[in-house]
């Protein structure tokens, strides 16, 4: 972590500086990786950090989208346990343009009837559950995603036997219904 990351920790909790590296760990364990990619969004400079910088911080890429324009842009997802998948831009520089998490509304909307699985991914990244009913002939692709603080849903896109999208639809997250 860069040096000013760990005065404000260290000034925000009154915990010795030295102690912040764990403190953010335990963090990121307790609220899941979107913790830890929300530190390394906030430590990146548009136009300074590299992809390599990126990749450190963040993690290797799910898949790498080569751009028209020279660009790139690296899908982090965090599925199937995680609430997020990032889509992170690096311009035909190799430098740093923005990330966006792509599981929320406005980006759902977008999932249209006659899309095929590769034009799903490509807006919103892999599934966290695939699952097929033989007797409707359909496949959903269901996608974790935080739909208000501490509690998940699943974004479900339904596929027809040619492998394009029919419906979608949102669940309750099986994870919030296991008893103990």
């Known amino acids: 972590m860069i ?3 760990l005065q404000w920790c260290s000034r925000a909790t009154g915990a010795p500086a030295t102690r912040v590296p764990a403190m953010v760990f335990a963090l990121c364990l307790g609220l899941g990786l979107g913790a830890c990619d929300y530190v390394a969004e906030k430590e990146m400079r548009v136009g300074e950090t590299s992809e390599a910088e990126v990749i450190h ?3 290797q890429p799910t898949h790498v989208w080569n751009e028209s324009d020279g660009g790139k842009t690296l899908e982090m997802s965090r599925q199937p346990e995680g609430a997020q998948t990032f889509q992170v831009r690096i311009g035909p520089d190799g430098k740093y343009l923005g990330m966006r998490n792509v599981l929320v509304d406005a980006v759902f909307e977008q999932v249209r009837p006659g899309m095929d699985p ?3 991914r490509r807006l919103i990244g892999p599934p966290a559950l695939r699952q097929a009913f033989a007797l409707k ?3 959903v692709r269901s996608y974790r995603f935080q739909a208000s603080p501490g509690r998940t849903e699943m974004f479900d896109v339904y596929f027809d036997p040619d492998d394009k999208v029919i419906r ?3 669940s309750p997250d099986p994870r919030n ?4």
């Open 137 to 139: 002939k359909e496949v």
């Open 177 to 180: 219904n296991q008893t103990q």
């Open 168 to 170: 979608t639809g949102k």
């Open 3 to 5: 040096p000013s990351v």
């Open 118 to 120: 590769e034009q799903v």
């Open 57 to 59: 911080r963040m993690g």
